[in-house]
């Protein structure tokens, strides 16, 4: 079956520009993770949905970023007025249950979203 | 708060030669450790896992140890080859709260030379 698709693979904007990442989990996992990745850095968390909501955004840097889930499969990350330093991979992972692989811990990620702030 | 600590890459080795990458970690109660693989072009994949202390996780000749003793997790492979360079990240998952918050370490490139 399908994996995790995200769009766009890359993106280019100008500083001050508003930006939308997309991703397409796997079909029937309840679980959404967003996490990003800058250069040389591991995946740092960023938010978590079980279903519709949003059961943990602590992750998210400020308030310039907010992502959404409206009926539980598609999820979009939105960055405001992007800064420079917005500039990372943003990656998408999906689970079958909260915990992840119902009971095996395991994300499935999607390839990312390379976004590049000039 | 909880982390990842793992040695830095890149990790350059010949062809059937001996792969450790190390991987020790800090966190409260009995997390669960992975190992993730990113390949070129691919996004991460889960590679093996542990649950609890003193299990093995092996899956393509990987394979690493929970020592909680040492709270490490450092994966080895007898003979690598070719394919499998990538860029390889340890991870935990809290077993506290925020269990979905999995910790990654910063990553080892591994690059294996014909």
């Known amino acids: 079956g399908a994996g995790v698709s995200q769009t766009p693979s890359n993106k280019v904007t100008e500083k001050g520009k508003y930006v939308e990442l997309r991703c397409d989990p796997i079909?029937?996992?309840?679980?959404l993770y967003w996490y990003r990745q800058s250069l040389g850095q591991g995946p740092e968390f960023l938010i978590y949905?079980?279903?519709?909501?949003?059961?943990?955004d602590s992750g998210l840097p400020n308030d310039r970023f907010f992502a959404v889930r409206p009926e539980g499969s598609v999820s979009t990350l939105k960055i405001q007025r992007t800064e420079r330093g917005d500039s990372a991979v943003y990656l998408c992972?999906?689970?079958?249950?909260?915990?992840?692989?119902?009971?095996?811990?395991?994300?499935?990620f999607g390839e990312g979203s390379r976004l590049t702030v000039l | 708060g909880d982390s990842v600590t793992q040695m830095e890459g890149p990790v350059t080795l010949s062809e059937e030669a001996f792969l450790t990458i190390n991987c020790t970690y800090t966190?409260?109660?009995?997390?669960?450790l992975f190992w993730y693989v990113q390949y070129p072009g691919e996004g991460l994949q889960l590679l093996l896992k542990?649950?609890?202390?003193?299990d093995k996780g092996s899956n393509k000749g990987f394979e690493a140890t929970y020592r909680k003793e040492t709270t490490s997790f450092h994966l080895e492979k007898g003979s690598v080859q070719v394919s499998d360079s990538a860029v390889y990240f340890c991870?935990?998952?809290?077993?506290?709260?925020?269990?979905?918050?999995?910790?990654f370490g910063t990553g080892t490139r591994l690059k294996v030379l014909a």
């Open positions: 992972a999906s689970s079958p249950s909260p915990r992840g692989g119902g009971g095996t811990g395991e994300l499935f």
């Open positions: 079909s029937g996992h309840t679980a």
């Open positions: 949905f079980q279903g519709t909501g949003a059961a943990d």
């Open positions: 966190a409260t109660g009995y997390p669960s």
């Open positions: 542990a649950t609890k202390a003193d």
């Open positions: 991870a935990l998952r809290p077993t506290t709260s925020g269990t979905y918050k999995y910790i």
